[in-house]
């Protein structure tokens, strides 16, 4: 049913760490379809890599603990998310589902 299917997710947090979503990319890759996920960086996290066939694209910029709550808090007042918008804007693929 999703054989062929381009999925971009976004998720404001470092991955992989939640096991809900884990399970969910799992799912989708079974199911045919081909998963990218833009999410924040770790400390010596590559920017783009591959992870159990989910295409992994970071931010340039490395979020800490500290440094989430104040993205956090800006984001929240100007309802955009700066750092996950610059790699949106970098993608050059085109998606069936968001």
């Known amino acids: 049913m999703l054989e062929g299917s381009r999925i971009l997710m976004l998720l404001d947090a470092p991955y992989p760490k ?3 979503l884990e399970k969910e990319i799992s799912a989708l890759i079974a199911a045919g379809a081909e998963v990218t996920l833009v999410c924040y ?5 590559a920017l783009r890599e591959v992870v159990d066939g989910c295409h992994v694209v970071r931010t340039n910029e490395v979020i800490t603990k500290s440094k989430k709550g104040w993205v956090d808090i800006w984001n929240a007042i100007v309802f955009v ?10 993608l050059e693929d085109e998606f069936d589902a968001v």
């Open 81 to 90: 998310n700066r750092p996950i918008k610059k790699v949106l804007d970098s």
């Open 18 to 20: 939640d096991i809900r």
């Open 41 to 45: 960086r770790k400390e010596g996290e």
